[in-house]
């Protein structure tokens, strides 16, 4: 993908809008319930690392469920978190000292927009989530490869479905629409929602020699918990939808959700017999995607 393609994809993209407070939250239940495929990439990256890693970045921390788990897999190693958000780094930080490793965490706020920060270079970094939120990635990578020490290690990350909270069959004389779920994902994916590129070609074009590998996963948490992370996501999705409905409340299949589907999901975010918290069916599902790419 070249250069002009990623800014164009980058314009492209689609978010709800969300501020910190609700990005940390989902970030965190995310981490909560789905998070073994936290400690299977850290593992990954262990295994493929040509030493151990003394100093590592977390681009694009977050709320720094990945700069925690990176810290937790290499207890001796040195972690540096960027974000552009000062928010989001205190709440970083605080997870660190949480989780006995505050002492080995720093944060630097940046926008990797601008520029990379000048003099800092790792054995090994970390993007989760991060990369297709760059307006140029191409340039973003370029950086990253010239930051990176020679023989380390990156590890790229993205969620390559959207969670999955109800069965895939429903029970029958459910009121919810048939198939509701993988509708509505084909629907926020056709309006940009969770979209980004192949990365290994654009990887390899930087520099990096590449290899690939999936993170299905299956979520382990309470009933209560299982409702408390559909009932902050579906909501997005409510909010999302109907913020695509025609002046007259109307709704077209074509390029938004059905009344059907509106309905089904008031249904789920209600409180009666069909709310979330009062479901018995409900399974977290995630995938995601990794590459793990090598500076020679």
């Known amino acids: 993908m070249s250069n002009h393609e990623h800014e164009k994809h980058a314009q492209g993209h689609a978010h709800p809008h969300t501020n910190d407070a609700e990005l940390a939250q989902t970030l965190n239940l995310d981490a909560r319930i789905l998070g073994s495929y936290l400690t299977e990439a850290t593992a990954w990256a262990a295994s493929l690392a040509a030493k151990e890693p003394e100093t590592m970045i977390d681009v694009g921390a977050g709320s720094g469920v990945g700069t925690v788990a990176l810290a937790q897999q290499f207890p001796h190693a040195a972690v540096t978190a960027l974000d552009k958000s000062a928010q989001m780094l205190t709440m970083t930080r605080a997870a660190a ?151 007259t409340g109307a709704y077209s299949p074509t390029d938004a959700a059905s009344s059907a589907d509106m309905a089904s999901l008031e249904l789920l975010l209600g409180d009666g017999p069909e709310s979330l918290e009062r479901r018995g069916d409900l399974q977290v599902r995630g995938h995601r995607t990794g590459w793990a790419a090598r500076k020679p």
């Open 97 to 247: 000292a949480e989780n006995g490793v505050g002492a080995r965490v720093r944060g630097i706020q940046t926008d990797l927009d601008e520029a990379w920060p000048s003099e800092i270079t790792a054995d090994l970094l970390w993007a989760s989530s991060s990369l297709h939120e760059v307006a140029d990635p191409y340039r973003v990578l370029t950086d990253m490869f010239a930051a990176l020490n020679p023989g380390g290690l990156l590890l790229v990350l993205e969620m390559d479905g959207l969670p999955s909270f109800l069965p895939e069959t429903l029970p029958a004389g459910s009121p919810l629409a048939p198939g509701l779920e993988p509708r509505l994902h084909e629907i926020l994916a056709g309006m940009g929602w969770n979209h980004f590129p192949d990365w290994q070609p654009v990887l390899a074009s930087v520099g990096f020699t590449v290899q690939r590998r999936p993170f299905p996963t299956v979520g382990s948490s309470t009933p209560e918990l299982a409702a408390r992370y559909a009932r902050h996501f579906l909501a997005r999705i409510h909010q999302t939808l109907a913020d695509t409905a025609s002046p």
